[in-house]
């Protein structure tokens, strides 16, 4: 009976990030506030293991923290970190800037405009593997593609609509949440994405075009007829001019780590981190070449540690924030509960599956992050695919894919909020306009991972 007052914290906490109340702050609170409840109903075990107790019930809620933070920052947090770092450093340099006018450039040929908002979704989704940001990779995209849209008549709900999806799948060694899967599966990002993400990603990227073409359409349709108009308000381009060809910089991280893999030459092995530092060196020699100012090329490293210590603050303290929520729910009894039950009443992959992607959308949508929803339960994937008789991976891709996905029609979601405040438009009404090619894409996730489990 114990485990069921987690339902009202967890409830409570929902409400609590809806009312914008710090995220870290409530997850950490709520994990903490559970941890006691366990305590004080007689359950002691929950330290993770390896940790000895401090000798005080009351230390050790905190010793939680301090462990969770000690593996993290050692492992996925120095990889999100880096990746954090070196994607605004590409910013600084103008290399990301560079890298998405070099491929939207031949999108100016096409003259349908639902057509062009299609490949500008695909286009997107595959510069999310380079640029990992959500709000920076769709205030770029419209930067760079504002002439061309405009020209072709594409209304701004449309735009905005499209930009605040094309980073919803994560792919890609560079998302947090990519490496977040890869780690609870128990292989590198760079495997993960080749054998796990790239096939499901781009069927549901081309479902997710297709539907965008015929949703927009129809939605451009309803507002013409209702008299509805909204201006597309952009702002300057006002990243640093760089040469065309520091296109190529966003990518080295990724091809060093395809290169130097199973998949190619195995005899040099480079992990995520390293290839971040590979690249920022070769960045800073290209930015010095270019520039001739060593002084100021010597000056941006502060731009790439700025840019981890950002990410610290916002990502990686939310996957330990989001950890402790989770040992909470595990201390209460709450977890083993959930999967007694689903055991008890047969539930199999596919029920599994649907509750824990359920769990994580809603999660998603009222807290407005993808990375705060699957970071709460992706360590639930081992056991719960042990317990259904799956590898680990078919569990945690969907469960990663989801999350974005969710994110993207929430309209608490940073990404959602920026397009439509550059569109004019509700963040409620743009969601409208998110939500279907969201769900055709979600749908198409869990019936190819259904299909290869």
């Known amino acids: 009976m114990v485990a069921l007052l987690a339902l ?13 109340y710090n995220t870290q702050a ?4 709520s994990g903490i506030l559970m941890m006691i409840i366990g305590a004080v109903a007689g359950g002691s075990e929950f330290l993770p293991k390896g940790v000895n107790s401090s000798g005080a019930t009351v230390v050790d809620f905190f010793l939680v923290i301090q462990s969770i933070s000690s593996f993290t920052l050692a492992k996925l947090g120095l990889i999100i970190m880096a990746v954090g770092g070196f994607s605004k450093y590409m910013g600084h340099i103008g290399a990301a800037n560079a890298l998405v006018k070099v491929t939207t450039k031949p999108l100016s040929a096409i003259n349908n405009p639902y057509v062009i908002l299609a490949l500008t979704y695909i286009l997107g989704q595959f510069l999310n593997v380079f640029i990992p940001s959500a709000v920076g990779l769709a205030m770029l995209l419209l930067v760079a593609l504002y002439p061309v849209l405009v020209g072709i008549g594409c209304t701004p709900a449309s735009v905005a609509a499209v930009l605040a999806t094309t980073a919803c799948l994560d792919l890609g060694p560079a998302s947090g949440a990519s490496n977040k899967a890869a780690e609870v599966i128990g292989i590198d990002a760079a495997s993960y994405f080749i054998q796990h993400q790239l096939f499901v990603g781009i069927c549901t990227a081309v479902v997710i075009a297709v539907l965008h073409f015929v949703c927009q359409k129809w939605f451009d349709k309803r507002d013409a007829k209702k008299g509805v108009i909204y201006e597309l308000n952009t702002k300057e381009d006002t990243a640093r001019e760089a040469p065309l060809w520091f296109a190529i910089l966003p990518a080295l991280p990724l091809v060093l780590l395809l290169t ?9 092995k480079i992990d995520v981190v390293t290839a971040m530092f590979i690249s920022l060196a070769v960045a800073m020699l290209c930015d010095y070449f270019y520039s ?15 840019g981890m210590g950002d990410v610290f603050a916002g990502v990686v303290s939310l ?3 989001a950890q402790t929520f989770v040992v909470g729910l595990k201390a209460i009894g709450f977890i ?8 008890h009443l047969g539930f199999g992959y596919t029920m599994m599956v649907s509750m824990l992607v359920a769990i994580i959308g809603i999660t998603a949508l009222l807290s407005g992050s993808g990375n705060a929803a699957f970071f709460s339960f992706s360590n639930l994937a081992p056991d719960v695919a042990t317990q259904v008789g799956v590898s680990t991976a078919a569990l945690a891709l969907p469960m990663q894919l989801s999350a974005g996905i969710f994110r993207s029609f929430s309209p608490v979601a940073g990404v959602v909020i ?3 405040g550059v569109a004019g438009i509700p963040p409620t009404e743009l969601v409208k306009r998110t939500a279907i090619p969201m769900m055709g894409g979600l749908l198409t996730v869990l019936l190819i991972t259904f299909i290869g489990a």
Not at 8 to 20: D, E, S, T
Not at 26 to 29: A, I, K, R, S, T
Not at 293 to 303: I, T, Y
């Open 8 to 20: 009202p914290i967890v409830f409570g906490a929902g409400y609590l990030i809806v009312k914008k």
């Open 26 to 29: 409530v997850l950490f609170g």
């Open 260 to 268: 130097f893999s199973k998949f190619a030459i195995t005899a040099i």
């Open 292 to 306: 001739k100012d060593g002084r100021a090329v010597a000056s941006s490293l502060k731009v790439y540690l700025q």
């Open 319 to 321: 996957i330990i924030a």
């Open 336 to 343: 083993s509960s959930l999967l007694g039950l689903a055991a």
């Open 418 to 420: 920026a397009c439509a």
